[in-house]
């Protein structure tokens, strides 16, 4: 069965300093894999993607993620944090058998300090 | 390019009442998401269409709800009669491509009394 986990519902980080929220899957096959961002009273937001290629994505905003097959994990990173990133970041995962079906995570909560 | 349009934005009913939510997709966009998102939880799929077919409606209670796309463009998601746990954001999604990212829309706030 096809899976995402996020196992952390909040990360703190101070403004400036990297911040790296975390996601690891289970698919079968090779995965497409994405994020996205919800503000509140919004809608989501595509953030990045990884379909295949160089495993280092680069994405909206100065986001960055990595995907490792081995780790079957897709780690959301920035180098210097912003207060105005705070929000909800969800992670995706989308199976290449079984109708392509994209399923999301529960969501980690991103509270960045000035 | 015009995003994904969802009506209506807000809608409160009574338990066992129906409802209806309506997506127009973007223009092109053969696949078609519905989610249900709770309050503090993540996007859950409910129904994927690929143009007007039901490519997996596994996590779809079927016996309360029902959906379509007509031609292959537009999307109804219909609930009756609605209970109190159906209170949640109803978001669809669409894309291009499988191997694309796909377009929210501001989704159905519903709230059963």
């Known amino acids: 069965a096809q899976s995402v986990a996020q196992p952390e519902d909040q990360v703190n980080v101070a403004e400036g300093n990297p911040l790296t929220v975390k996601c690891t899957y289970s698919v079968s096959g090779n995965p497409y894999l994405f994020w996205y961002v919800q503000y509140p009273n919004r809608g989501l937001q595509f953030l990045l993607k990884?379909?295949?290629?160089?495993?280092l994505v680069k994405g909206s905003y100065g986001f960055e993620a990595e995907f490792n097959k081995s780790q079957t994990s897709f780690h959301l990173k920035k180098p210097s944090a912003l207060v105005s990133d705070s929000a909800l970041y969800f992670c995706?995962?989308?199976?290449?058998?079984?109708?392509?079906?994209?399923?999301f995570g529960a969501g980690t909560r991103l509270f960045v300090k000035a | 390019e015009a995003g994904v349009a969802q009506s209506p934005r807000y809608k409160i009913i009574e338990k066992r009442q129906s409802v209806a939510f309506w997506c127009n997709p973007i223009?092109?966009?053969?696949?078609l998401y519905w989610y249900q998102q709770i309050l503090g939880q993540g996007p859950k799929l409910l129904i994927q269409f690929q143009n007007n077919g039901v490519v997996d409606d596994s996590q779809l209670p079927k016996d309360r709800f029902s959906a379509e796309r007509l031609k292959g463009v537009d999307s109804t998601l219909k609930i009756q009669p609605a209970k109190l746990e159906d209170s949640a954001v109803y978001l669809c999604?669409?894309?291009?491509?499988?191997?694309?990212?796909?377009?929210f829309g501001q989704g159905t706030r519903l709230t059963v009394v």
């Open positions: 990884y379909i295949t290629g160089d495993n």
């Open positions: 995706a995962v989308r199976g290449l058998t079984g109708g392509f079906k994209t399923i």
């Open positions: 223009s092109g966009h053969a696949t």
């Open positions: 999604a669409t894309c291009r491509r499988l191997n694309t990212e796909a377009f």
